[in-house]
């Protein structure tokens, strides 16, 4: 099974469409791993956590086949993670029949409404099912092997932004989504966990600032607090994503260094993780 990240860029992709600043004229000239679209992942083929305007786009270019998808997490409502009117297009769309042709979308409350009003609250003829996520809830997904646990995200008020941590017998991946210093209660829910694998907020770059995300030197700290916990160890690969184009932005080549000491790795678009299959894990 791979983990594959579609987009790694903040709100307004990388470099800023509209901007001239220094750094978004060296990283358009540079290419290649600096052109970061929005933010998401995909698991496997059944399996999406958050779905941002560049949805489409992602799809054609990994080739992915958006049909087989059983499964979409959604952190919160911002619109780099959410564009309602993809799921709208399922309505005019030929799609699967029968159990397949559903996919059970997993959200907040506002997360879910922004849907809701996209589709004139027709969840039948979409085909889709929300399912409303809160801190502490957790789902099983029977056919996929994995259950999958909402968790606090530190990023809006009083909307309450998601993380989602994925679990398996012999593998555990966290996605942090857009957040600040992770909330206690979600410390504690951590603890026990030992990740494999995780994804955290790099909007800030270089930059040691909060604000409702992370740059990489408080990121740091909480990567080192996960490994003084035992979440994390350094067998863990912390995955940086949601890069920003401020004062903190670096080029692509340029984060693989910065980022080393704090035991990070910079994420890009198209970047695929092998996560062992359940047979895999199971024979370890
Ligand atoms: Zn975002
Ligand atoms: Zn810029
Ligand atoms: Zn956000």
């Not at 860029?9 to 800023?16: D, F, L, M, Y």
Request: hydrophobic content about 40%; overall charge negative.
């Amino acid at each position: 099974m791979e983990f594959l990240i579609l987009g790694s860029g903040a709100s307004e992709g990388i470099p800023s469409g509209w901007c001239l600043c220094d750094f978004c004229v060296k990283a358009r000239a540079a290419g290649g791993k600096n052109i970061r679209t929005r933010t998401a992942f995909q698991l496997g083929d059944t399996i999406r956590i958050d779905w941002g305007p560049d949805s489409v786009a992602q799809a054609f270019r990994y080739g992915l086949e958006p049909w087989k998808l059983r499964h979409v997490f959604i952190t919160h409502s911002h619109e780099d993670h959410l564009f309602p009117m993809d799921f709208w297009s399922r309505g005019v769309s030929q799609l699967p029949a029968g159990e397949a042709g559903w996919l059970r979308v997993y959200g907040n409350k506002e997360s879910l409404a922004l849907i809701e009003r996209a589709i004139g609250g027709n969840w039948e003829k979409n085909r889709l099912i929300p399912v409303r996520m809160e801190p502490g809830k957790s789902i099983e997904l029977p056919e996929e092997g994995w259950k999958v646990t909402a968790l606090a995200a530190n990023h809006t008020s009083p909307e309450q932004s998601l993380m989602y941590l994925f679990e398996s017998p012999g593998r555990t991946l966290l996605i942090s989504g857009d957040t600040d210093v992770f909330p206690e209660a979600t410390l504690r829910q951590l603890a026990g966990c030992r990740l494999d694998l995780m994804t955290i907020d790099a909007t800030w770059g270089m930059e040691d600032r909060h604000e409702s995300h992370l740059g990489v030197p408080n990121g740091g700290s909480i990567v080192e607090q996960l490994r003084e916990l035992g979440i994390a160890d350094d067998k863990t690969r912390v995955v940086a994503v949601h890069f920003g184009h401020g004062a903190g932005a670096r080029l692509h080549h340029e984060l693989e260094g910065l980022l080393a000491p704090f035991g990070m790795e910079p994420g890009y678009d198209g970047m695929r993780i092998a996560v062992p299959t359940r047979s895999d894990a199971q024979t370890e």
